[in-house]
């Protein structure tokens, strides 16, 4: 498909309006949208009122479907707390379409491994437009491959809420998946056997769609006590199924920390610069995630912390059961859990208070009055590919095939003082510091640091934290310099080659488009 | 790269790398290891063995090892492969080749005289690879004062404790004390004669306490370094040879008054009330020495 398209701020041509999506703003600058003159208006939506119900049990997914009042066109949209053993999302699309059903919205808050089934969707009709954040397996090469006629929509998990605080992001009907339920509607995350632990973006999504649905294998006795996520009255029906989700799979998630010396060594000189950097100090505020080196980081801040009798003032985001640990030991006097990374989680989040579930909204969305990520001292995150500009890409393969997620990069990377990215400085061969990344997510201007095992690249933007590292004499070079390096073992790989068909669209937490994602050749 | 050798490099850490492997050689500058030792012996099956002599020559003249000091573990002179494989190495400029089951003098005398030949062939600047001598037999063990005299181009002593207890007919404990005697030979023969002396590998990669037990032992044995099978061993060696603060404090003390002394023209060096003398000043130096290596602060003198 090509559009009218109009160069934004980084140079990215990217459309004016897409038919099926309408008009678009180009990114103009990652705080363009926050220097607080900026005005949103909120869509109108009809509101049906519920007639009162002591039991809001449907007979079967198919009922609860028919009462909806879910028509073709429509969106619907599920959570990923269940991640890779996630089973509602097969099950709804199966039942969609033996009812017939087609041209859907599909707007999950994100999908994994587990959603190779949303690709059938798409070739059969029965979802035609996507929205999401994480793109991996089948799925990603579905839209690679041009197999959707209007361009997937990539929001981040901020930017997702805001879509759907402002109304430019509609659900008509939320499926939520519900690790325990009562037959009012009442669910948490945090009990059950397929516990995932916090249910943020689950929240976001009740609050907002017009029909929400909790889709439920443990029935459990009203009033779901003592802890409640999401509450019964934003809730219209429940459907009891057999199983909503594997979980051996839902209790997965990358959070070992690694033993391979690469990671270890980024990790090592991430936290070095991070010390360098002044922000691990009384009160400070962390945010890492659970793959790759990123725990590992965490450690390294844990063991410093401990030694010098530091205590942190929160941590947020994904959470690991290394975090959950973090506050047992009273490093970190509370967490904010949007998503929980593992199953270590769950005991944490259910019995410890200052272990505190935060929806979505709170965390990320940069239209509401402060999110969390606003306030963040350190964020560590990982990436596919950096460029010299030290634009981010967390979606692109490297043979051209979207296989990432957005998640809340961008929105933490903005939000945070200190933003490093982690990345090795080659995989299988190809290099990673590029001289323009395929796909920006996380826009350069928003990230301070990025860190390989060859060394440590620092944004000329941050004269201060250059000073500081230098001072503590780690090894910090030019980016450019330290792509050269790089390059001398890799050489420089060939282009990948795309056509001019745009297939997707990267949308930047405020709302504007940042890139624009091109069919593979 | 630096071919010339630094006699006062750290040495505290050396860490194998199967000559095989393309992935970890390119990495060897990123482990944290002081040097590595670029394996063609025990980690190559025989199949392999001339694929990792040429990967590691080119490793050698392409890549960069930063401040990691490069020492190549060749077949021993008893195999087949010994010639080829300093034939190949030595033009290469390793800053070290390490020569596995040295029984007698005879076996270093021998190496030296084909590197020698070749170094004069490729007009390579003369010594500038040393030989660490790798004694495996209770025979290397009872010459090993005539093999720590054998050659100038020695650099090094250490053992290989597995084939040494097999030979001994004993079993090989994961701290070693049964090889207590053979290691304090080789520390012994090796200080006689200005060479450094390396400790054996701890072979449970696993077990990180079991190794700082036994790197402590090292360190008190004197050898000035021990080989490490994983890049998560070297840490832990690191840190058994870092000085505790109370003795960076006495040694800084020490240095300083023996300055101050030298300064003032005294003979005499007194610290904390007692009387030093050179040696102890000596000792001192080095402790500030691993200090620094160690990234501890070490006060301005």
Not at chain 1, 14 to 32: D, F, T
Not at chain 1, 415 to 443: C, D, F, H, W
Not at chain 1, 446 to 467: F, H, M, W, Y
Not at chain 2, 242 to 254: C, G, N
Request: net charge negative.
């Amino acid at each position: 498909m090509n559009f009218e398209c109009v160069k934004n701020s980084l140079g990215r041509l990217v459309p004016r309006e897409v038919p099926g999506l309408g008009a678009m703003a180009p990114y103009a600058g990652a705080y363009s949208r926050l220097d607080g003159s900026y005005v949103w208006t909120s869509t109108a939506q009809p509101h049906r009122v519920s007639a009162p119900s002591a039991d809001k049990i449907a007979s079967s997914l198919r009922a609860a479907i028919e009462r909806s009042g879910l028509r073709n066109g429509m969106t619907i949209s599920f959570h990923h707390h269940l991640r890779n053993g996630d089973a509602v999302v097969g099950l709804v699309l199966a039942e969609l379409e033996r009812m017939g059903y087609h041209d859907l919205t599909l707007a999950p808050s994100s999908l994994g491994d587990s959603h190779d089934c949303v690709a059938d969707a798409i070739r059969k009709g029965v979802v035609t437009r996507l929205n999401t954040s994480g793109v991996r397996g089948e799925v990603g090469k579905a839209i690679t491959n041009g197999l959707l006629d209007t361009p997937a929509v990539i929001r981040s998990h901020g930017g997702r809420a805001r879509a759907i605080e402002e109304g430019s992001l509609h659900i008509d009907v939320a499926f939520l998946a519900a690790p325990a339920c009562d037959r009012l509607g009442n669910m948490t995350g945090s009990a059950g056997k397929t516990a995932c632990g916090s249910m943020g973006y689950a929240i976001h999504d009740a609050k907002y769609a017009a029909h929400v649905i909790a889709v439920t294998d443990n029935l459990v006795d009203y009033p779901l006590a003592p802890r409640i996520s999401v509450p019964q009255y934003l809730v219209d029906q429940v459907v009891l199924v057999d199983s909503i989700g594997d979980p051996s799979q839902i209790a997965t998630g990358a959070t070992r920390i690694t033993r391979d010396p690469i990671q270890l060594r980024i990790a090592e000189l991430a936290f070095k610069l991070i010390r360098s950097s002044g922000y691990i100090r009384e009160n400070c505020s962390f945010q890492t995630g659970g793959g790759g080196p990123s725990l590992a980081v965490a450690r390294f801040v844990r063991d410093y912390m401990k030694d010098n009798a530091i205590t942190g003032s929160y941590c947020i985001g994904g959470i690991t059961g290394y975090m959950a640990d973090m506050l047992k030991d009273g490093l970190f006097r509370s967490l904010f859990d949007v998503q929980s990374f593992d199953a270590a989680v769950t005991s944490s989040l259910a019995n410890n208070p200052y272990h505190m579930e935060a929806d979505v909204s709170w965390y990320a969305n940069p239209f509401n009055k402060g999110c969390l990520v606003n306030d963040l001292d350190v964020v560590v995150l990982a990436a596919l590919d950096v460029d010299v500009d030290f634009n981010v890409d967390v979606l692109t393969g490297h043979d051209g095939v979207l296989r990432g997620a957005s998640g809340g990069h961008c929105d933490t990377a903005a939000g945070a003082k200190l933003s490093v990215i982690t990345i090795p400085s080659m995989r299988n061969g190809v290099p990673s510091i590029r001289e323009k990344v395929q796909t920006i997510v996380t826009p350069g201007e928003t990230v301070d640091v990025i860190v390989t095992e060859k060394g440590i690249a620092i944004n000329p933007l941050r004269e201060d934290l250059l000073k500081k590292a230098r001072d503590a004499r780690l090894p910090v070079k030019d980016i450019r310099q330290l792509k050269a390096e790089i390059e001398r073992t890799t050489g420089i790989p060939d282009e990948v080659a795309f056509s001019d068909d745009i297939v997707g669209l990267v949308e930047y937490r405020d709302g504007t488009i940042i890139d624009s994602i091109r069919k593979l050749k | 790269m630096n071919s010339t050798r630094r006699k006062d490099r750290p040495r505290r850490s050396l860490l194998y790398i199967p000559g095989n492997s393309p992935g970890m050689l390119q990495n060897c500058s990123i482990y944290g290891s002081d040097g590595v030792l670029l394996d063609l012996e025990d980690a190559i099956s025989i199949s392999e063995k001339d694929s990792a002599r040429k990967l590691v020559k080119y490793a050698l003249l392409s890549l960069d090892f930063g401040e990691v000091e490069r020492v190549v573990r060749i077949n021993g002179r008893d195999t087949p492969f010994f010639e080829a494989d300093l034939a190949e190495i030595i033009p290469a400029a390793p800053d070290a080749i390490r020569l596995p089951k040295v029984d007698s003098a005879e076996d270093v005398i021998e190496a030296d005289r084909i590197i020698s030949r070749i170094e004069a062939e490729r007009g390579l600047k003369p010594g500038s690879v040393g030989i660490q001598a790798m004694l495996e037999t209770a025979r290397a063990i009872v010459n090993v004062n005539s093999i720590a005299a054998a050659s100038p181009r020695l650099v090094g002593l250490t053992l290989g404790g597995q084939d040494l207890a097999a030979d001994l007919g004993i079993k090989a404990t994961k701290v070693g004390l049964e090889l207590l005697y053979a290691k304090s030979a080789v520390v012994i023969a090796a200080k006689a004669f200005g060479l450094d002396a390396f400790d054996t590998v701890y072979t449970d990669v696993a077990d990180l306490e079991g190794l700082a037990e036994a790197a402590a032992i090292s360190v008190s044995l004197g050898f000035s370094g021990k080989a490490a099978i994983h890049p998560s061993q070297i840490p832990v060696i690191h840190a058994a040879f870092a000085p505790s603060e109370k003795e960076v404090a006495k040694a800084a003390r020490v240095v300083a008054a023996a300055k101050d002394a030298a300064a003032r023209g005294l003979g005499v060096i007194s610290v904390d009330g007692r009387m030093v003398d050179a040696p102890v000043v000596a000792q001192a130096a080095r402790t500030l020495e691993l200090a620094v290596l160690a990234g501890m602060e070490v006060p301005e003198l």
